[in-house]
């Protein structure tokens, strides 16, 4: 059964550091794109960017370059997410869902984690 | 970037009733148009991709269908669980989802 788990939700201040994982399962992880999408509180969805871990090659949306890092352990088949330095503006739901070529739909999502952001 | 618009934001509908969205993109992006549905608290549920293709597991009263720059998702028959919001999704370039429509119970 294709799996994608995600670590669990994280209280952060402004200001923190911040790493979430994704946890693939069920199928080879090296060779499906691993995409992170935000879904901030009553918005839509945004994609961040995505990551292919068969050769780590990783794409960012323009509104998110810089912002966020992401990278992939093969080894532990884990995807993750990270900030240097948390906002207010980051809170929200992150997903992350797999695709299998660069065209493809996202055919399973991870069940989300909620990050908030507050003093 | 390609933009990605889609009508209405909103309906309200009765159970059995036909419920049309429609999608638009900003360029021709083929038919790399994926829909999808979520409901509240839960991640979005893949329903159609490539325009027309039904994800499996996904019941047939779902459609897709495209013309030029234009998709629609069809509910022939709307059931208490569809009640949810959908988004369409371009693949065709660098990823863009639409701002999605709310389907609730009139």
């Known amino acids: 059964e294709v799996q994608l788990v995600q670590s669990g939700a994280e209280v952060k201040k402004p200001g923190e550091s911040l790493k979430i994982s994704c946890k693939g399962s069920?199928?080879?992880?090296?060779?499906?794109?691993v995409a992170w999408v935000r879904q901030m509180p009553g918005k839509g969805l945004e994609w961040m960017g995505i990551?292919?871990?068969?050769?780590?090659?990783?794409r960012y949306s323009p509104s998110f370059e810089g912002q966020v890092i992401i990278s992939a352990d093969k080894s532990i088949t884990t995807a993750y997410l990270q900030w240097g330095s948390l906002k207010a503006s980051d809170t929200a739901m992150y997903y992350c869902?797999?695709?299998?070529?660069?065209?493809?739909?996202?055919?399973?999502w991870g069940q989300g984690t909620l990050v908030t952001v507050s003093s | 970037d390609i933009q990605m618009t889609q009508s209405p934001s909103s309906l309200s509908a009765s159970v059995g009733d036909r419920v049309t969205i429609t999608c638009r993109a900003s360029?021709?992006?083929?038919?790399?148009l994926n829909w999808y549905q979520q409901k509240p608290g839960k991640a979005p549920k893949l329903l159609i991709y490539?325009?027309?293709s039904l994800q499996s597991g996904v019941p047939s009263r779902f459609s897709g269908s495209e013309s030029g720059t234009d998709f629609t998702l069809t509910i022939s028959s709307l059931q208490p669980e569809d009640f949810a919001t959908y988004y369409c999704?371009?693949?065709?370039?660098?990823?863009?989802f639409g701002p999605g429509t709310k389907v609730d119970i009139k």
């Open positions: 360029q021709n992006i083929r038919s790399y």
């Open positions: 990551i292919y871990p068969g050769d780590s090659d990783t």
């Open positions: 490539a325009a027309s």
């Open positions: 869902a797999r695709r299998v070529t660069a065209t493809a739909p996202f055919d399973y």
């Open positions: 999704q371009q693949s065709y370039s660098t990823l863009t």
């Open positions: 069920g199928y080879s992880f090296t060779n499906y794109w």
